[in-house]
């Protein structure tokens, strides 16, 4: 099995599946979900094109599909529930699953899938979809309460976490990990920067900058999951340096958990230091309670860079 994008040219495979699902459901008993011509082609069209609609892909032949979002608060109807989420983490959302029927295990296959992307995943279904209900309990889901949805309809929610752990490079392989995602990172965050300075910037160059503090104490860390590295941290005495992510992975909460993780490792009132241009960088730590010394370094002319520090 493989999931890739859904095309538009497969539609009637598609809304066989939907057909399919619902006639499922029908069978065992769900007579309230998927009524009234849902989901319906043009919705189906309009995940197509935004891109959030997905296939299980087996032996070239579709055998499942499903809607796929991740975001902030990218689904409007989980933000009010009778119950609660166990946090307020970007997550991800599995909706309008339909599988042929000839594959085993397509709702746990698509759940790594997504968890791959973001570490957080919410899913939400009819408390007559024992089906669904019963995949959730196996594959470690956690009922969170009930949601409404826009047709003032409930549905049980579920949420995921997947464990993203946080170690300190000690080998050549951890720091050529490391100095890989700061190299790709810190390129794409420093686009002001002439183009042959950017260059310069190679894994192999970052990764001797990061042996080269470790040498004299700085200890980085590095975030991965499903053991991917997505981000990293260093930590010189109080001072947090180096937070980067894949640009891929950002604004999923991979910044904020590496800071939180800096942050307890300190043992202190830690202190950073920001570009003054770096508007991402500055939100995510006024936001955890950083706040400006008044201290500044100028690194040419026309570049600064600001001191911050954690609030007591």
Avoid at 72 to 89: F, K, L, M, S
Avoid at 233 to 259: F, H, K, M, N, T
């Amino acid at each position: 099995m493989h999931i890739r994008p859904a095309g538009e040219a497969e539609l009637p495979r598609l809304m066989a599946l939907f057909d399919g699902g619902r006639d499922y459901m029908r069978r065992n008993g769900n007579t309230v979900q998927w009524v009234n011509g849902y989901p319906s082609e043009e919705l189906i069209r309009q995940d197509i094109a935004l891109g959030r609609g997905f296939v299980v892909e087996e032996g070239g032949v579709a055998e499942a599909v499903f809607c796929y979002l991740v975001g902030r608060h990218v689904e409007p109807t989980y933000a009010v529930i009778d119950g609660a989420w166990p946090d307020d983490a970007p997550y991800g959302v599995i909706h309008r699953l339909a599988s042929s029927g000839k594959l085993r295990g397509v709702m746990g296959f698509c759940a790594e899938w997504a968890l791959a992307r973001c570490p957080v995943l919410r899913v939400d279904t009819h408390e007559s979809n024992t089906t669904m209900r019963t995949a959730m309990a196996r594959l470690g889901f956690t009922e969170c309460g009930t949601i409404i949805l826009e047709d003032k309809t409930p549905r049980i929610a579920f949420q995921k976490r997947r464990d993203c752990p946080i170690r300190e490079c000690r080998s050549e392989e951890d720091f050529r990990s490391a100095g890989a995602v700061l190299s790709k990172a810190w390129q794409a965050s420093h686009g002001f920067c002439p183009p042959e300075f950017l260059a310069r910037h190679t894994p192999e160059e970052r990764t001797a900058y990061l042996e080269a503090g470790a040498a004299w104490g700085k200890r980085v860390f590095t975030l991965s999951n499903g053991g991917q590295v997505l981000g990293l941290v260093s930590l010189c005495g109080g001072r947090i340096g180096d937070l980067y992510v894949l640009p891929e992975a950002q604004g999923l909460g991979y910044g904020r958990r590496l800071l939180d993780f800096a942050i307890r490792e300190t043992g202190t009132a830690p202190t950073l230091w920001i570009l003054e241009n770096n508007d991402a960088a500055r939100r995510l730590y006024e936001d955890r309670g950083f706040a400006f010394t008044g201290r500044e370094n100028r690194l040419s002319p026309t570049l600064r860079e600001w001191e911050m520090a954690l609030k007591a």
